[in-house]
């Protein structure tokens, strides 16, 4: 589907953009395979502008494990809300960066290395060790 995507994604961006990419979440995710993460991330990367929080899996399972959401989220689009409501928008823009690699590296999806952890003390997920 990726290739797919991106055939169709190339010939839309060179019709209706000229070669260029939009410069709205809107018309981002309008595009064939873009979703709200990599519309954010574009925006931030493209144009220099925060215009959400870029959830993937890792900061959907990392948010919800250190209990930043109110209640469990289902979803990386609510995981995206539940932050947005709380974190301060001048941060938005790094919490995707520092969450992506600490998943990868330390808050696995299985087998956390809770252990080996800075944030232990205060992760509920690592309560009980």
């Not at 409501?85 to 928008?89: G, K």
């Given at each position: 589907n990726k290739v797919k995507y991106i055939k169709q994604t190339s010939a839309i961006?060179?019709?209706r953009y000229g070669g260029d990419i939009p410069a709205s979440v809107a018309e981002l995710v309008a595009l064939p395979g873009i979703g709200p993460k990599m519309a954010h991330l574009a925006m931030a990367v493209a144009w220099g502008t925060v215009s959400g929080i870029a959830v993937d899996t890792h900061v959907h399972r990392i948010a919800n494990r250190l209990g930043w959401t109110k209640k469990a989220t289902k979803?990386?689009?609510e995981?995206?809300?539940a932050l947005e409501?709380?974190?301060?928008?001048e941060l938005w823009s790094e919490?995707?960066?520092l969450?992506?690699?600490f998943g990868q590296q330390t808050c696995l999806?299985?087998?956390p290395r809770c252990r080996a952890c800075l944030n232990q003390a205060l992760c509920p997920a690592a309560k009980g060790l």
């Open positions: 961006l060179q019709q979803s990386p689009e995981t995206q809300a409501e709380w974190l301060p928008r919490i995707n960066g969450l992506v690699g999806p299985v087998h």
